[in-house]
C-alpha cells in the first residue's frame, strides 16, 4: 500500500485511492500530469513493479519539473477501477500509465478516461481493445521460453530429461510455457514432467522433492520464474541430486541475477521479464510531454539472455525483487 | 507415518477406541496402499521423509488450530500469522548476528516464540473481551499480518543473513537417528498438546466449553480465559513451524504460508475434531496433515491426472475421506 509520498499520509488502507487529492493540491506550478495505476506489491514481481515505478517517479519529477507523476497502487481488478475514477475525478490527466489487473474489467473504464482526451499507456497485460491505448510497453512472455529453450537445447546437445515447473493458470504462464516447448520439441529432448508450482518457492520445492523422488535421472530443470528458482535449487541440494545439470528461472530476481554474475555453474543464465518495464513506459509517456519525441506505437521489450557478461544491466540491488 | 500411528495407542487408552476415532488413520492407510500402488517410487525412504517432513509444519500449526477448534472458535490468520512471524524472527536474527553470532539463531528462535504467543493472545483478546466472533476477527487480522509482512519485505523477500544460513539449516534438513528434527519437533508439540488436552484440567475444560459454553460457564469454568488461552496455545505452534520453516528456504517472502489455514483447518476436521467444538483430536490432526501431504505427493507421482485436474482431485479425496469418516463414526 505504498503510493506518492504526498498521498501516502492521508490514505488509509481501506480507501486504495480515495485521497490523492492531497497531490493535486501541490501540483499548480505542474504543467503535465500523468498518473500510474499499478497493482500492489502481493509478491515478488508485482513488488518489483512498485519499487520501479516510484523510482521512476522521483527521477522524472527531478529531471522535467513541469511534469507531476502520481503512482497509484491497487490490491485488485475492483480497486483498480475505483482508483481510476477517482484519479481521473480529482486530477486534469495529461497521460494515464496503467498496468491493468484483468484485461476485460478495465477496457471499459480505460476508454472513459481515454475519452477525455488522455494519452493512454498500457504496460504488460493488453486491453481487451487495443485500439483504445496510444502506446503499448510489454515484455515477451514466448520469447522468454523460447530463449532459455534455445540455450538448453544447445547446451544439452539436443537431447536429454528434463522437468518444468509452471506458475498459476494465466495468459504469461500459457505463453511462456508454449514458446519453451515449440522449441524443445524440434529437439530430442524429453520433458518428464509439467505441473503448477504456482510462482511460489514452498510449492516448487515440494515439487521439486516429488520430482526428483519419482524421476532417477533429469538432466535439467526449468522453472519459469526465478522465485520458483530457489525453491527447486534447495530440493536438489538437499537430495544431492549432480546428475542435475542445469537448473533455470526467468524474471531476472535480484538472487538470482547475483548468482548469474558469480558465474554459477548450474545457473549460468536468466531471461528477463523485468519489471523496470513500468519505468520504460513511464520514461516513454513523459517524453511524449517533455520532449519532442512522439511516442505512439507498440514496444515490445526483447528477452535476452542474461549471461555474467551483461548482468549488470539487469542488477537493480535496492530493488525488493 | 508409522511412528504416529504406533505413538497413538498409548496416548488413547483412557478411551473406549471407537472406529471413529481411528477413522484418519484408516483413510491414511488406504491413502498409502493407493500411492504404493501407483508408483513404486513412493514407498522409497526418501520420498517417504521428504512427505513427512514436508507435512510437520501443517501438523505443528494443527495441533493449535485443534485447540482453538475444540473451544468452538476458528482462526483465519495462521498462515498470515506465520509469514508475519518468520519475517520478524529473520529480522531479529539478522540485526543479532553480528553481536552474537550462531547464537543469534536460538535468541530468534525465542523472540519469535514469544511475538507469535502475543499474536494469538491478541486474537484470543478481542474475540473474548471485545466479544466479537473470531471467524471477523482473525479475518481482519489476516489482513493485518498479511500487509505487514507484504510491507516489511516491500513486496520481494526477506533473507537470512548468509552467515546463519548453514549453522541453521540443519534444523530443518538434518536428522536425529535418521529421523528429521522437523518430524521430532512434530511429535514433540503433539505429545506435549495431547498431554495438556488429554490430561490436564484446562484439557478437559477446552471440550466442555466447546460442547456448551453456558453449561461451562455455570459449573464455574472461566470460558473467556480458556478460549484466550486456546488462542495463545496456537500462536506459540505457529511460532514453532516457523522455527522450522526458515531454514528450508531462508527466506519470507508475501506468499509464505498463503492458504496454509485453510489446509490447517481442513487438517483438523478429517482428523476428526468437529468443527463447531466440544471434540478434539490432536493425533487426528497429525493424521490429518500426513492425509493432505500424501494426496499431493500421489498426484505428482502418478502420471494419471491431468495437471489442470490435480486440484479437483484432491478435493474429491478430502471429500470422500470425510465421508468415510462418517460413515464409520456413525456405526
Redesign the interface.
Known sequence: ?KMTKKGAALLS?AAVAGALTGAAAQAQDKEFTIAVSIP?????W???V??HAQEAEKQLEAAFPNIDVIVSTASSATAQVSSLEDLSATNKLDALVILPFTSEELTGPVEQIASNGTFITVVDRGLADPSIQDLYVAGDNIAVGANTAKWLVDKLGGQGEIVVL?GI?TVIDDERIKGFQDVIDQSDIKIL????AN????EA???M???L??YPHIDAVWANDD?ML??VI?AVD??KRDEVQYMLGGNGM??VIEMVKAGDERTPISTPYPPSMIASAMYMTAAQFAGQAPMRGSFKLDAPLITPENADQFYFPE??? | MSSAEVATLPESEGFRIRWGDLAPFIALGVIILLGTLI?S??M?A??IL?VIT?SAFIAIIGVGATFVIATGGLDLSIGSMLAFVVGIMIMAMNALAPALGAWAIPAGAVVALVVGSLCGLLNGLIVTVGRIEPFIVTLGTMGIFR?LI??M?????L?IDRSLRNAYRPVY?GDFLGIPYPVLITLAIALLGAFILYRTKYGRRVTAVGSNADVASFSGVHVSRVRTMAFVIQGFCVAVAAICYVP??G?A????G?LWELQVITAVVIGGTLLRGGKAHIWGTVAGALILEVI??VM??SDMVS??L?AAVQGAIIIIAMLAHRFTSTR
Do not use: C
Request: charged fraction near 15%; hydrophobic fraction near 30%; glycine fraction near 10%.
Open positions: 500500500m488502507a500492489a506489491a502481493t509478491h515478488g508485482t513488488g518489483g512498485v519499487y509452471r493458470p514432467d509439467i505441473q503448477y510462482w511460489n518457492q514452498d520445492f515440494s515439487l522433492q516429488d520430482y523422488g519419482k522465485d530457489l525453491g534447495e538437499q537430495a535480484k538472487q530493488s525488493p525483487f | 508408483n517410487n513412493f522409497s526418501n520420498n521428504n514436508r500487509a507484504t510491507y519485505t516491500d513486496g520481494g523477500s533473507s534438513f528450508r528456504l527466506a517472502t508475501p506468499t509464505t498463503q499431493a505427493n505428482v507421482l495437471e489442470y490435480v
